[in-house]
């Protein structure tokens, strides 16, 4: 009790010095403005980081959507069932259907109740691609398709991404052929979604 008792009372002395010593320094005009000019940072920075929010809502609601199956999950309940889930992303805005049971979960990403509130006011609506498969290869195929297209109207935007894909899926190769592969379309080098079973067109 006697040790705890000291180390209080040294506390409270320090924690009265440091007052006193920061009343001083709000006299010096750097100080104030110092003081002034962060509070106000500070404040921007939060409605910047909600106008963020607000704006990625807008562009997701005004997008013509192109989805891409990007994940299948499953797992077996009592009785032998299996709980099947199909999660969707659009390859323009990025829109994820998973970020819905993310936000219920309670472990959910900074942007993910911005998706699901999204998805709760409009649904689901766009193209289907009728691809499942990575959403990053998808991604990086889909981007390339457009840099190089400029203007091209989605469904054909779609027919090359399928055809890029099946490509793709009829020549997997060695790990060297899908090393060069992921690096010519911007993929980090160990991208490991390669087998025929992860890229599909309906």
């Known amino acids: 009790m006697g040790q705890s008792l000291k180390v209080y009372r040294e506390l409270l002395e320090e924690a009265e010095m440091l007052s006193g010593e920061i009343e001083e320094l709000k006299k010096n005009p750097e100080v104030q403005d110092y003081v002034r000019n962060t509070t106000r940072l500070f404040m921007i920075r939060d409605i910047l980081a909600n106008a963020e929010s607000i704006l990625y809502a807008e562009e997701m609601r005004e997008c013509s959507h192109i989805w891409v199956t990007s994940e299948v999950s499953s797992r077996e309940l009592d009785g032998g069932r299996t709980d099947v889930h199909v999660y969707e992303t659009c390859l323009k805005c990025g829109l994820d259907t998973k970020s819905v049971d993310r936000v219920r979960s309670g472990y959910f990403y900074p942007f993910d109740s911005t998706m699901a509130s999204v998805l709760r006011t409009t649904g689901k609506i766009g193209i289907d691609s009728g691809v499942e498969c990575s959403y990053p290869l998808a991604k990086s195929i889909y981007d390339r398709i457009v840099l190089e297209n400029p203007g091209i109207i989605d469904d054909q ?34 991208f490991i979604n390669w087998n025929k079973s992860d890229i599909y067109t309906k």
């Open 157 to 190: 935007a779609i027919l090359y991404l399928r055809q890029a894909l099946y490509n793709i899926r009829r020549h997997l190769d060695s790990e060297t052929v899908n090393y060069n592969r992921a690096r010519r379309l911007s993929l980090a080098p160990d």
